[in-house]
């Protein structure tokens, strides 16, 4: 802090964090912090692949005011990748940007290393192709003095006669462009129509191919999904860090920020619009041929009047493009949790964050995207999903809309893992669901070392019970630690999945209890007193050697009581449920969200943060929620489907339930009942269970 | 022209015009021109009754170029009746502005001396109260943890309990008020809800009366009329100049205009929609305590920093106010012809204006107040009446509302007279329509003498066939010209309906003959040529020292051919139609319209503007376009029926109908065969009918 040779840097949507030299460049910032920023030229700045955006505000959570001016000055290479716009935005290239003074990064999916690994890539879903929005083709005969009926008339006749459609309004704004479109193609047009009822876009001639875009308001990240709507192809999936990050890094915080800021509500809405705006720019112009600096003869480049360069499209040969544009996008599906949800719509949300915890609303709204300020075809809805409770959202609805729990028979728990955990359980005959405060620590965030899921994060791990010897493996590299040389491994951290593995394995060989405490019988110099806090103990699972980071990478004692809160949340969760449910087992277990596609299953059930299950039956379902804004932008039926669902979920408030802090304690311990946990059996030795 | 000492005055809406010397102020050049304005303290400027706004712009029909430059300097005296947001409009008061140049000054309703004579007051006509709008009032309990369901859906279980409503949606902008109106009611709440379908308004607690406004968009003329939706009590009626007429008096040199500007059409609409919002404003104000200047206890008018009067409120004792603002008003139906419509609406009206005169939409339209900018309600819909085709607009439906042919057995002719003639035919079992140019002959414009119908107006007139004498009566004034002396008579110019009976008696007394010329067997010195032009014939029917201009009030052979064309295309449609309804004679006939209210119509069957009928069949319906808006306002069901009407009429399009011209030039003759004519004997001598 007092060091003013220092700055403080932290990187999202990672929300890897520290101190670095003054003059570091980000690049190179982000490599000490553990942060994976595609460097294909190795810092000659010339790829453009290490594209970062610099955010400016006041990060209370993090104490710093980030500041463009605290970047070196632009260097002129820059340009060549860093349009007009961008520069504007904040955009620099990583490894141009020496850093001044304190900073928040925003490093873009696209300059990710390691974004294969968590990217919130469309899942292959099966989808019924029943879309909200549907096109159609009549050919119509010109008015003469017999037949002097007006356009619009005309139109709806020839749809009802070779389609059957019937009553058909027409958006006023779409209604200005038909006398010119409808002559334009010679008396022949394509019509968008919204739900078999509303006419919301026209197109000379014949037109096939329509787009569509489905979109999951996470708390921290945003994951926007470009679908073509006849093939239901998804064509390119962009995201972004929510813009409400500066306001509070989680729902409360920005309820509070909305509280005591007026004009807050309207501030952070306005933010996340424009985010939502220039995702869909985004997406789109992945759809065009890349700009370049037009050159003349002589290889120099055509400026205009005011000495920007001009720029020129430059399609590689043989590949076609759609070349879309933000109003060629006739549907938009938006989910997110509640919070999310009421401030994106500025509905005040200051009761979602006071008991009894009331939704302004819960079903689901098609507001005009032109109301909101959201750039898409100027006559299209927003679908806004409906939530279930005031801290079970439209997100939640999204992942049930996918998993159908509603549909089976067979008892299913859904677990959806976030920064809240929100659970859902039940069949075709009742289902519940109810949120619990696990905290970000199943991310991996708040953890001494903790990072999210990219390269050098450890994310397997085995610890020798008679030695307490460790042996790892990262992501990005094939080899475990074992078989490496310790400067092999360039270990940087541990990401979510890793964090549950570790405890699972300490708790295996017995380095630590079933009360989570470090165990009094340690067998190796692994085990110490932090060298700066002798009150903190810790366990190094990596040394400085194997490091990126010139650091042991260690857990601590409060990492592993991190971990236990967020576990035992969770479980108590689940048992309340079940409890509720008045059942002692469930047939299924679904884990939702990036947690569950990566989390090793039996550690997750050696760490207890479910019930007892089959561990065949145990399923990750990966990002459900924006599978969900998929569905249902696909499939018209599944809108009705979510309101159903959200009104036909029971919510239970579990912090009033009977007897609650109590299991909340007991949940908390590791699991060492086999009555309770019979699956154990065979993961866990014998000794350490009954211990 | 070539006088530089004379200036250019146009009045509206009455369209009166001429020269009047420089340095004459606004009151005495109206009198110069035969229009009424209110002059309560004769032009010593202390009533403020004389209120006038000049209008600025390029009047190309006029050749003059309007501008406030061309008036006298602002007068203190002004200041206590014009508030700073009318002087920045344009207003003056007529005694103190003095006329400097060219001027279009337009006479609001309110400062028209002669306004009950023809204002556009709303006529008692039967409604059922049937809004589209209505209000519901639910008392809630607050959510709870057993019961912790969102605001909406609370909300609108209770109005399902209590008055059954279903599947009710919310607007937006509405739902963004619902948690903090909720609470401020303390749970109480009154909702306005839209066609049993959108909730549109929310107050705290119980609210019973709630306001609507039916505005009636003529080419000349816009009028409104506030209801309350309760009561269905006319609280106000407001009415302007079209703010388009600038840019062309008539239908066609609007669309012209629009043609041949880029923008235009956007201009000409958002011109009428300020022209809108500040008639919603006018009409609210109508309900709020005048506001006077406050003043300190030495009687000194107070000011604020910027030196502006601070106004405070000065209600009447024992007067009760409704303070409405125009965001009271939740409902708004809308009518006029059709080009007006698509004007309004943005719509091109190049295809209205072009064979076969396809309009861009029949049907009626519901649109969001707030997306074409009409400060009301911001969650509400206008209402925007359906057109039947081209030239017969919202405006012929509207009338059709109120008269309902297709209800009645009886043969039925309705004919609407404005600057095109409209006509409808028919019973519940067929009806048809058509438009005919009439021009504004009828209305009084564009003749030598012509003006509204104002005091001073000739509206009755007797001519002796033995010596072709004269007597006549004016408006405003009970004696006629025979019991008067002459200077008493104060006569200005011929009304609307005071030419046709002109007419009738010129041609009754043997002035004029069949065809129209004036016959060769003239009796008195009133036949002459005219002064400054030998070719042209004219008569005199007040020498001028009856008059209030100095000049004699005459007809011109020229006016007589614009009437002879105007009641010539009105019949022969009528004809036309007829034919093409195969019958020989109708039941009733209906003329609505200033016109209609005040022609006596044994002139206008004289005159043979339609069909022999017998004259008790003959009725006035007065101003039905704006009626036919209210209806709508107030009555929902009425909407559909419009639609229906607006599709089930069949329009014809005369001038493409067999014999057209040849009908036409037949009809421009005045009646004289009593076998067509039957119910014409006892009115025109025998020896006239067959000379």
Same sequence: chains 1, 2.
């Avoid at 334009?184 to 739900?195: H, I, Q, R, S």
Wanted: charged share 30%; with cysteine.
């Amino acid at each position: 802090m007092g060091d003013n040779r220092k700055a403080r840097v932290i990187f999202q949507p990672s929300g890897r964090r520290g101190e670095v030299s003054k003059g570091t460049n980000i690049i190179e910032a982000s490599r000490q912090l553990g942060v994976d920023i595609e460097t294909l030229c190795g810092e000659k700045k010339v790829c453009g692949k290490c594209k970062v955006r610099i955010e400016e505000g006041t990060f209370e959570k993090f104490g710093i005011v980030s500041s463009r001016k605290n970047v070196g000055p632009w260097q002129k290479e820059e340009e060549k990748f860093i349009t007009p716009e961008q520069r504007e935005a904040g955009y620099r290239l990583g490894c141009a940007a020496e850093i001044q003074g304190d900073l928040l990064v925003f490093v873009p999916e696209e300059s990710r290393a390691g974004k294969q690994v968590v990217s919130k890539a469309a899942r292959e879903i099966e989808i019924r192709w029943n879309p909200a929005v549907r096109l159609y083709t009549v050919t119509l005969s010109p008015p003469t003095f017999e037949d002097p009926l007006g356009d619009f008339e005309r139109m709806t006749q020839g749809l009802h006669k070779e389609y059957g459609l019937e009553n058909l309004r027409i958006d006023w704004l779409t209604l200005r462009s038909l006398p010119g479109t409808i002559r334009e193609g010679d008396w022949t047009v394509t019509v968008a129509v919204w739900m078999d009822k509303e006419i919301i876009k026209l197109w000379p001639g014949k037109v096939e191919d329509y787009y569509g875009m489905a979109i999951d308001v996470g708390t921290t990240t945003v994951a926007a999904y470009l679908c073509n709507m006849r093939t239901m192809e998804v064509l390119d999936t962009v995201s972004m860090m929510n813009p409400q990050c500066k306001y509070g890094e989680d729902v409360m915080s920005r309820i509070t920020y909305h509280m005591q800021n007026p004009g807050g509500l309207e501030r952070m809405s306005d933010d996340l619009i424009e985010g939502l705006n220039d995702l869909v720019k985004r997406a789109c112009e992945g759809t065009c041929p890349p700009k370049v600096k037009t050159r003349d003869k002589n290889g120099k480049v055509v400026k205009d009047e005011e000495g920007n360069a001009i720029l020129e499209e430059a399609p590689e040969e043989g590949k076609t493009y759609l070349r879309l544009q933000p109003s060629d996008i006739v549907d938009l599906t938006l989910g997110g949790n509640t919070a999310m949800h009421h401030i994106l719509l500025k509905l005040d949300p200051q009761y979602v964050g006071l008991a009894p915890f009331p939704p302004v609303i819960h079903r689901s709204l098609d507001i005009k995207a032109r109301d909101m300020g959201v750039h898409i075809n100027r006559s299209s809805y927003l679908f806004i999903m409906p939530n279930e409770a005031g801290f079970v959202g439209a997100d939640n609805v999204c992942v049930l809309v996918c998993e159908k729990p509603h549909k089976s028979e067979k008892l299913q728990l859904i677990i959806d893992i976030g920064t809240n955990g929100e659970l859902v359980l039940g069949n075709n005959k009742k289902l519940i669901s109810s949120s619990c405060a696990t905290g970000p620590a199943l991310e991996g965030a708040q953890l001494a070392f903790g990072m999210r899921a990219a390269p050098g994060a450890i994310e397997r791990i085995k610890i020798d019970p008679e030695t307490h010897e460790v042996d790892y493996k990262v992501i990005g590299r094939e080899a475990w630690r074992s078989y490496s040389k310790p400067e092999e491994m360039q270990t940087k951290g541990i990401c979510g999945s890793g964090i549950l593995d570790v405890l699972a394995e300490l708790y295996r060989s017995g380095v630590i209890e079933k009360s989570g405490r470090f165990s009094k019988n340690q067998k190796s110099n692994r085990f110490r007193k932090n060298p700066d806090n002798s009150r903190q103990k810790e366990f190094v699972i990596a040394w400085a050697n194997e490091t990126s980071i010139g650091k042991d990478v260690v857990i601590t004692q409060k990492d592993i009581r991190q971990i236990q809160l967020a576990k035992g949340a969770l479980y108590t969760g689940c048992k309340l449920m079940m409890r509720r449910m008045s059942i002692e087992s469930v047939d299924t277990i679904k884990i939702a969200g990036a947690f569950g596609t990566h989390v090793a299953k039996e550690k997750a059930l050696i760490m207890g943060l479910f019930p007892d299950c089959d561990l065949e039956n145990v399923q990750s379902v990966g990002n459900a929620a924006g599978d969900g804004a998929r569905v249902v932008l696909l499939d018209r039926d599944m809108r009705e489907e979510a309101n159903w669902i959200s009104r036909n979920v029971e919510y239970i408030e579990l912090t009033v339930e009977k007897d609650f802090e109590r299991q909340f304690m007991e949940a908390m311990q590791i699991p060492h009942m086999t009555d309770k946990f019979p699956h154990l059996e065979g993961l866990v030795p014998k000794e350490v269970l009954e211990q």
